[in-house]
Nanobody, 121 residues
Framework: QVQLVESGGGLVQPGGSLRLSCAASGSISSINAMAWYRQAPGNQRELVAAITSGGSTNYADSVKGRFTISRDNAKNTVYLQMNSLRPEDTAVYTC???????????????WGQGTQVTVSS
C-alpha cells in the first residue's frame, strides 16, 4: 500500500511562487512515474506535469516556462515549483504515482488527498 502526502499549498498573490511537495511512503517501486494533476471548480481534472524515474518530464502547455517538476528518488518525493502564478492556476493540486511507470492517466494507481492552491489579490 502506498500513501501520498502533499504539502505547500496556500494563498498567494498573482506573480508569486509556491513549491508543492509530495512524499510517497509504503511499498513503492523505484520504477514509477510521478505527476501533479489539478482540478478547478467546474473544470475537468488535467495533468499539470509528470516525471519518470529517469527524470524525463512533460508539462501542460499552460504551465510551460512557469512550473518545474522534480523528484528526489531517495526520498520518494516529487516537487512542483510554481512561479509567475496566475488566478487561472487556482485549483486543487493532487499528486499521483504510476507504479508501472506508464504515464497515461489511466495508469496512475495512487493518489494523494489534494492541496488547495489559490492565486488571488
Amino acid at each position: 500500500q502506498v500513501q501520498l502526502v502533499e504539502s505547500g499549498g496556500g494563498l498567494v498573490q498573482p506573480g508569486g511562487s509556491l513549491r508543492l511537495s509530495c512524499a510517497a511512503s509504503g511499498s513503492i517501486s523505484s520504477i514509477n512515474a510521478m505527476a501533479w494533476y489539478r482540478q478547478a471548480p467546474g473544470n475537468q481534472r488535467e495533468l499539470v506535469a509528470a516525471i519518470t524515474s529517469g527524470g524525463s518530464t512533460n508539462y501542460a502547455d499552460s504551465v510551460k516556462g512557469r512550473f518545474t517538476i522534480s523528484r528526489d528518488n531517495a526520498k520518494n518525493t516529487v516537487y512542483l515549483q510554481m512561479n509567475s502564478l496566475r488566478p487561472e492556476d487556482t485549483a486543487v493540486y493532487t499528486c499521483a504515482v504510476s507504479s508501472s511507470g506508464l504515464t497515461k492517466t489511466r495508469f496512475y494507481d495512487y493518489w494523494g488527498q489534494g492541496t488547495q492552491v489559490t492565486v488571488s489579490s
